[in-house]
């Protein structure tokens, strides 16, 4: 009979919130369906009318297109949560903030300050609310009612109802198979992550945590919750992500969507310098010089180099006059050049006025009689157009690309032996290589040193996003006021759209073709591999220094990244950063942690302390034998057979590239990855297979990355001996 009832009280629960979700589903399709029938009326107008009007129009044609986009991306798990406060009120918790026609609340978005109760309240320390009901979802259907009983007397006296049945929320999305892509957790956000999320934006955070403890979820959380309290500052300004690679970018790349906001860029550190391809590889110890800070000194100097004086004056031809291109004159007209700070090749422009102004000055002073204004410009403009005179001009001021700089820097002995003088002969050897040889990782924030120091290149031409000043937000205001948008829509966004003609730009959209853009917040994941250049670099991003940092340094595998934060910390934002640790694995089965845990401690990694919240039993096994490759192929085989009940999962095998050729031909056609340890950094998966950890291990915190990036089970293969500290309990 309890049983009975038991299950009688959870379907009912299951009937009354199936009836609630309905309902925000149907005012979801109704504002979804309004922003979409203005959108069409508004393209039915065509591109008549003055250009005033049109910029109007794509100006709300670009946020209806946004409010769309922001609708559809919260589509999935719109709502799953439920507070039950000691006063009887009750309202639900999900991705959005969503109000009925009478502006009523309807769904309380996760960000709220109303909301943070969802994360926080404990038995203990329970504050209003008496109840914590969890939704899950398929769809539109709710398939599942869970409670959290904070306070059972005042719960009763409510009489509100209580199904205390299922899997916990947490743990159920925790054993759910990897799909490869992130998935959110906004509604399983745990106290210790709720509370770096909702941080004050002051300064830099940094995030330290273990392996699978989430750094990268509450980051990108912590974006989205940024972007919800500080939208007047960030909105017109933009939130820069920067991750690993363009792997793990595809890998979280709905993650912001899926909580309501579509206002960051998501980028590799290359993806800041438009243009390039970083294919090269080269050796770490090259890689370490080029990310030292003192290479921003090197390429001030090449810069500089490029800004010449002759060794000796120079005769030049002019229509039968001669006039001289005298040492001193190129001298005092650099220094004027530089006077007022620009890049060389925008200050170019100034040096080459005044050097013709010189050579024209010496023509006029050859005349015996005195010239009008026209005859004075028309020797101007016959010193401007003689060949010998631009010759010289861009002999003494060369203007030059970032990619040509770096090349000849690194290609010409001569040069880099002039710029590079304080660094050691064999330092300098290990940074020469063909002027062939592709562009690397390391060499990105070189690049845009490069780029902050040149400027563009004549004729070149900076994109704008300035902000929009009070008087057009004002006549935005008025705009709004006219045509009416049913509140959809800021006169700030509106303004910000009609700006310097990018009506149809969004900011990503803007801020990822300018180079020089600077955005309102950063958040670098996998921070620890960043050199002390790439933090240069980020700096200039972010003038305000407003960042959110995540990384674990017992994973850098770059031999240019920190192994402890202050290092890394204390010469960039000096007083004005903190440092929050994470310190539950929600994604490692506890086998998994404590075997790499092990492992890094007898390497001497940095590892902190970390506990799993899951217990898996044989989650992690160890295979010896003859041939490594063709025992992991097997094994990754029979694993993968394991998810072909169209649930999904996820097998991946990481090795050393060496192993690659045959391992890729022995998994053909399989669907399972054959990665390295770095290119897995960040990844999850369903089955890990690591084959001969021995090779990976030379560098020890790629084989701890290695070693934690399965969600279920961590297969180790080898034919060699392990390395200290791995091997069976």
């Known amino acids: 009979m309890g049983n009975e009832r038991g299950l009688t009280a959870e379907r009912s629960g299951l009937a009354a919130e199936q009836t609630v979700v309905d309902g925000l589903y149907g005012r979801l399709d109704a504002l979804r369906g309004e922003a979409e029938h203005r959108l069409a009326a508004i393209r039915r107008e065509g591109p008549s009318g003055s250009p005033q009007n049109r910029s109007e129009r794509d100006a709300f044609a670009t946020l209806y297109e946004d409010r769309i986009s922001q609708l559809d991306a919260v589509e999935d798990r719109l709502c799953f949560g439920r507070l039950d406060l000691r006063d009887g009120h009750r309202f639900y918790v999900g991705r959005i903030g969503l109000s009925d026609e009478e502006h009523q609340p309807l769904l309380t978005d996760w960000r709220a300050p109303a909301a943070q109760a969802f994360y926080s309240a404990t038995a203990a320390t329970p504050g209003d609310v008496v109840n914590r009901r969890h939704l899950t979802t398929a769809g539109r259907r709710v398939t599942a009612v869970e409670d959290d009983v904070l306070d059972v007397e005042a719960l ?103 909580l309501g906001e579509t206002g960051a860029v998501s980028t590799t550190l290359g993806g800041l310098v438009p243009g390039v391809e970083f294919t090269g590889v080269e050796p770490d110890d090259s890689a370490e010089v080029k990310g030292r800070t003192a290479m921003a000194a090197v390429i001030k100097a090449a810069v500089r180099e490029r800004q010449r004086v002759p060794r000796r004056d120079q005769e030049i031809r002019i229509d039968g006059r001669t006039v001289v291109v005298r040492r001193g004159d190129v001298k005092e007209a650099q220094a004027k050049a530089r006077r007022d700070g620009r890049p060389h090749n925008e200050a170019r422009a100034v040096f080459a006025k005044e050097m013709i102004t010189r050579l024209t000055r010496q023509l006029l002073d050859q005349l015996d009689y005195t010239v009008g204004d026209e005859d004075r410009l028309e020797l101007e403009r016959d010193v401007r157009d003689s060949r010998d005179v631009r010759v010289a001009i861009n002999l003494c001021w060369l203007p030059v690309t970032p990619q040509q700089l770096i090349r000849d820097l690194f290609s010409k002995a001569h040069l880099l032996d002039h710029a590079a003088r304080k660094l050691a002969r064999d330092e300098r050897d290990l940074l ?7 562009f690397t990782e390391a060499d990105v924030p070189l690049l845009d040193e490069a780029a902050e120091l040149l400027g563009e290149m004549p004729g070149g031409r900076r994109p704008r996003g300035d902000e929009p000043t009070t008087e057009e937000i004002e006549y935005a205001r008025d705009v709004l006021d006219t045509f009416g948008d049913g509140g959809m829509v800021t006169a700030e966004a509106l303004a910000s759209r009609m700006k310097s003609g990018t009506a149809r730009l969004t900011v990503a959209e803007r801020a990822r073709g300018d180079r020089t853009w600077t955005y309102g917040h950063v958040v670098v994941d996998e921070a620890q591999e960043l050199s002390p250049m790439a933090w240069r670099m980020l700096l200039r991003r972010c003038p305000t220094r407003s960042f959110t940092i995540v990384g674990d340094v017992a994973q850098t595998a770059s031999v240019a990244g920190t192994r402890w934060w202050p290092e890394a910390m204390d010469p960039l934002f000096e007083s004005s950063w903190e440092l929050r640790e994470l310190t539950i694995s929600y994604r ?40 490594a490759v063709a025992s992991a192929a097997r094994i990754a085989r029979a694993r993968a057979e394991e998810f072909v009940d169209g649930e999904g999962g996820l097998v991946a095998v990481v090795a050393d590239r060496s192993m690659h050729p045959r391992l890729r031909n022995a998994l053909s056609g399989t669907g399972i990855s054959v990665m390295t340890a770095r290119e ?19 560098r020890p915190g790629d084989l701890y990355v290695a070693l934690t990036r399965p969600t279920r089970r961590l297969e180790v293969v080898h034919a060699e001996d392990l390395p200290a500290g791995l091997g069976p309990a």
């Open 588 to 627: 490692i089965p506890a086998p998994v942690a404590d075997a790499a845990q092990a492992y890094a401690k007898a390497a001497g990694l940095p590892v902190s302390e970390l506990s799993a919240a899951r217990e898996l039993d044989d989650a992690v096994a160890f295979t010896r034998g003859d041939d």
């Open 680 to 698: 897995s950094k960040g990844l999850e998966f369903d089955v890990a297979v690591v084959v001969e950890p021995s090779l990976i291990a030379r």
């Open 432 to 438: 020469l290589r063909p002027a062939s040889m592709p």
């Open 156 to 258: 009763r006296e409510s009489g509100a109802d209580a199904a205390l049945a299922g899997e916990g929320a947490l743990l159920a999305a925790l054993g759910a198979r990897r799909t490869g892509r992130m998935g959110d957790i906004v509604a399983t956000i745990q106290a210790e992550q709720d509370a770096v999320i909702r941080a004050p934006m002051t300064g830099a955070l940094v995030v330290q945590g273990g392996p699978g403890s989430g750094k990268t979820a509450v980051a990108l959380h912590r974006a989205a919750f940024l972007l919800y309290h500080h939208r007047e500052q960030l909105e017109s300004r933009g939130v820069l992500l920067i991750g690993p690679s363009k792997t793990f970018l595809r890998y979280i790349d709905h993650v912001l969507p899926s």
